[in-house]
């Protein structure tokens, strides 16, 4: 982040550059030349803003994840999830109902159990999308918070 860059690089951040550098180098997207230019400027570097032009080409995670999409994304497999658990469970279960109510000589429907799997799952799905809000701010502080865990104190 470009507010960063002014912040003095510590001894744990040159190190993670020295490996994404030698990682790159084992790779093959550096050359021996290119390499121990980047790994000298690594062990020069003061600041992050220094470091972070090294490795821009080399480390995909060193562009910043929009984690607002990231959380939208999560939030749409949960509605789906939801919406399949509602589908194939009343599915089910009323199958089975109407199967048992039809089977003999005549309709015997009995109490319609499968009411209550409709309606716990349905409730589920209802919740999740009229909280629509409240889920994506807790996934957006969840992957925020795994965010800084990754990238260390």
């Known amino acids: 982040m470009p507010s960063y860059a002014g912040l003095r690089a510590s001894d744990l951040d040159r190190s993670v550059a020295l490996d994404t550098l ?5 790779d093959g997207r550096l050359d021996r030349e290119e390499y ?7 062990q020069a570097s003061k600041t992050m803003g220094e470091l ?3 490795l821009r080409d080399l480390a995909p995670d060193s ?3 929009d984690v607002r999409q990231q959380a939208l994304a999560s939030y749409r497999a949960d509605r789906r999830e939801a919406f399949f658990a509602f589908v194939i469970a009343s599915t089910i279960t009323w199958a089975i109902w109407l199967y048992s109510a039809l089977h003999g000589d005549s309709f015997h429907p009995g109490f319609p159990w499968p009411v209550f799997v409709s309606l716990f799952t349905g409730v589920n799905l209802a919740r999740t999308i009229a909280n629509k809000q409240q889920i994506l701010e807790q996934k957006r502080a969840k992957l925020e918070r795994k965010r800084r865990k990754e990238l260390g104190p």
């Open 36 to 42: 121990d230019a980047r790994v000298a400027t690594v």
């Open 52 to 54: 972070v032009p090294l």
């Open 63 to 65: 562009v910043p994840v």
């Open 22 to 26: 030698g990682e790159a180098y084992a």
